[in-house]
């Protein structure tokens, strides 16, 4: 399982001001560009190597939290 931040998430409001706002649809952008970012940097590893090196960086991999 992953899990980035959704709340006090910061984000560009309609009137262009910096601000913070909550909720789950903010959280999968969030993983989402952090995971793309991952690969740029690894282009040579396939989807299921990448997702791997993800689970195994996780502090709770041994005893997953369910």
């Known amino acids: ?3 980035a931040q959704g709340a006090n998430v910061y984000v560009i409001k ?3 001001a910096i ?3 909550s909720g789950t649809s903010f959280s999968s952008p969030i993983l989402a560009g952090g995971v793309a ?3 740029q940097v690894f ?3 396939t989807n299921l ?3 791997d090196y ?3 960086s996780s502090s709770h991999m041994k005893l997953p939290i369910l």
């Open 43 to 45: 282009p040579d590893l």
């Open 1 to 3: 399982m992953f899990v």
């Open 19 to 21: 601000g913070t706002t």
């Open 14 to 16: 309609d009137n262009d």
């Open 37 to 39: 970012c991952l690969w």
């Open 54 to 56: 993800i689970r195994e």
């Open 49 to 51: 190597e990448l997702m």
